[in-house]
């Protein structure tokens, strides 16, 4: 109970001093903006009306001269749009001569890397090892539904098969192994999503 009297004195104390906070500042702002020392504006008839009529200066008679002549010459101007009964004729290109026709060139020749009968050797085992493995992963794959992403890694699997039988045809071993590489990477891919 003596507390809660030491509480509500203390409150009515801090209201106290809030209000009277509040009465200092509206003393300061009414002291600062000058209202209280201002003077009312005193009506002036000088400011509201000019006692003197405004002084209109006589108007200046002077006699002016007649302007110059200048002479004008008329040039004709050009005639600018060109009236024309029938369309203008169609501007024709004439085909060149004809060329004798050359006979087609031979393809140009690969340049290919050396390499020794060995690594030609392994390289045609290689190749042979990865189309083979390749053809067993897209025969597993074969008969089961495939969504497009694994239809189109057969795609792929069989373009690079191709071009790697194309490059064992003419020779060129090293690009025969990494395609069929390639293909033999992507069919176990096939092979692993399915």
């Not at 300061?28 to 200066?57: D, H």
């Not at 200048?70 to 749009?81: G, K, N």
């Not at 087609?104 to 690594?119: D, K, L, M, V």
């Amino acid at each position: 109970m003596m507390q809660r009297i030491v509480i509500g004195r203390k409150m009515d104390a801090a209201r106290e001093r809030s209000k009277k906070g509040l009465a200092l500042l509206c003393a300061a702002v009414l002291w600062t903006s000058g209202c209280l020392f201002r003077q009312p504006l005193r009506a002036s008839i000088a400011n509201k009306v000019s006692l003197r009529p405004p002084v209109v200066p006589a108007a200046v008679a002077t006699d002016l001269d007649a302007p110059p002549e200048i002479p004008v010459e008329v040039v004709a101007l050009p005639e600018l749009v060109i009236m024309r009964s029938a369309p203008s004729r169609p501007h024709v290109v004439l085909a060149p001569a004809a060329e004798p026709t050359k006979p087609e060139a031979e393809p140009e020749p690969r340049i290919a890397p050396e390499i020794s009968t060995a690594e030609v050797d392994a390289a045609r085992a290689e190749t042979r090892s990865n189309l083979d493995t390749m053809q067993k992963n897209l025969a597993l794959a074969s008969g089961k539904p495939l969504n497009a992403s694994q239809q189109d890694l057969i795609s792929k699997v069989r373009g690079f098969a191709k071009n790697a039988r194309e490059a064992m045809r003419s020779g060129d071993w090293v690009r025969a192994k990494n395609l069929s590489k390639k293909a033999e990477v992507l069919s176990e891919e096939l092979v692993d999503s399915l």
